[in-house]
């Protein structure tokens, strides 16, 4: 399976809401590199930590699942620049969030994700800065 089979594998587990499968994708030493000031900025580490960050998205997010958008994918053996768009449908109404997630790995499991917000004010805002 190439990097492109397999990135395009976990979005449609991001879409069609199965987070337990797409969780499996994160090595168990994942780190992953929050940017922004909100209190889930910096270097976070663990599966579990992936998990918390995403779990703490769709809870944004209400009783709506996050919607997620691929608009781009750039790939070669080990590297992968999904550029996304995202949708959490907040209180105060929808709330778009672009950004390019570059996960790394090895074993077909990311173990390095840097992420790069469009608006880091609007996601910092999101997560609470």
Do not use: K
Request: glycine share 8%.
């Amino acid at each position: 399976m190439t990097t492109t089979d397999l990135m395009r594998e976990y979005l449609a587990c991001a879409r069609s809401g199965d987070w337990e499968r797409g969780y499996a994708f994160y090595a168990d030493d994942v780190r992953f590199h929050i940017p922004g000031r909100s209190g889930y900025a910096g270097e976070r580490r663990g599966r579990d930590a992936a998990r918390a960050y995403i779990e703490h998205a769709r809870a944004l997010s209400g009783e709506h699942e996050v919607e997620v958008e691929l608009v781009d994918l750039l790939a070669s053996e080990t590297r992968v620049a999904l550029i996304v768009r995202e949708v959490l449908h907040t209180a105060d109404g929808p709330v778009e969030i672009r950004r390019c997630n570059v996960p790394r790995g090895r074993e077909m499991r990311s173990r390095d994700l840097p992420i790069f917000e469009a608006d880091q004010y609007a996601v910092d805002a999101l997560f609470g800065a």
